[in-house]
């Protein structure tokens, strides 16, 4: 369920990628073949895939086939082999950037261990959107550990899910640092986690913490934490935590706006977390005012 690090802006390279006159991949085609080599990299239906200066080559690939997708307004699937990984697995990548796996990985000459099971369900926006976000090539170091805790998600464990993603944040802090791309997903998938078991406000509160130090990282994910913690809050019933967490979720709207990195529908959503809070300020302040 992890995502891939970025530390690019996405939304730029998806542009990039988009299908132009002279691209080998002609407009109809909806399925793509990737094959990510032992060196590390990687190509699409034989094309080499261009990677950007400190920019992973699982976030070039999805930023690759977002590109397509919003050449065609529809999500595109890809076959990826990871040769080093040992694995097959077969995603969708949508015009917004969300992914999901098609079924299950599969295990080429390595283990099946090896292979991440990544299309676990993120929460749903109002328009019904999975945000299921997968780490289609989840770095190696993460990679077992990952593996349990989706494997605890998917027994319903989530309380043994949650141990396993403090015990993997704590040994990437010390490994990596505090603000590492490692330590960050680490965070975003106890986000995940605490949203599951229905603590919402604990949800929320880690995305919101997650969007405002991508946003001073300059990270495009700033985006997808902003909305995760939207659905988090809509379902906050504690006012004054709904009013203090909206208000944050306000001024990073605002924030990522001007840096062009929502979409129309992604301001309508938060059009809608304003409009409540809205609600919730005046209904607290005529109650605070009726009190004796």
């Not at 993120?122 to 780490?135: I, K, T, V």
């Not at 995940?192 to 603590?199: D, E, K, Q, S, V």
Request: aromatic residues 4%; charged residues 25%; negative net charge.
């Amino acid at each position: 369920m992890l995502r891939r690090p970025v530390r690019t802006g996405r939304e730029r390279h998806a542009a990039d990628a988009a299908p132009n006159p002279s691209s080998p991949f002609e407009v109809g085609v909806t399925r793509f073949d990737v094959v990510v080599s032992h060196d590390g990299s990687a190509t699409v239906n034989g094309v080499s895939v261009p990677v950007m200066e400190e920019e992973t080559v699982s976030v070039a690939i999805l930023n690759l086939l977002q590109g397509y997708a919003r050449g065609r307004e529809n999500p595109v699937e890809a076959v990826v082999l990871d040769e080093a990984a040992g694995y097959t697995a077969r995603i969708e990548v949508s015009p917004d950037g969300s992914s999901r796996l098609l079924g299950d990985a599969e295990s080429a000459p390595a283990p099946a261990e090896e292979a991440v099971e990544a299309g676990t369900p993120q929460p749903r926006d109002d328009r019904g959107r999975e945000d299921a976000l997968p780490a289609v090539l989840i770095p190696r170091e993460l990679a077992e550990p990952v593996a349990r805790v989706n494997a605890a998600v998917a027994a319903g464990e989530l309380e043994r899910a949650e141990e396993l993603v403090s015990q993997l944040t704590e040994s990437m802090v010390r490994w990596h640092g505090a603000e590492h791309p490692y330590t960050l997903e680490c965070h975003e998938l106890a986000a995940y986690i605490a949203f599951l078991r229905g603590h919402h406000r604990r949800s929320a509160a880690i995305s919101l913490e997650l969007a405002g130090l991508r946003h001073r990282q300059g990270d495009p994910l700033a985006r997808e934490d902003v909305i995760r913690a939207a659905s988090a809050w809509r379902l906050l019933r504690d006012t004054p935590a709904a009013i203090a967490h909206g208000r944050e979720l306000v001024t990073l709207r605002t924030r990522l706006a001007a840096q062009g990195w929502l979409s129309a529908a992604d301001v309508k959503l938060l059009d809608r977390v304003e409009r409540r809070l809205n609600r919730l300020t005046t209904a607290d302040t005529a109650l605070k005012a009726a009190a004796p």
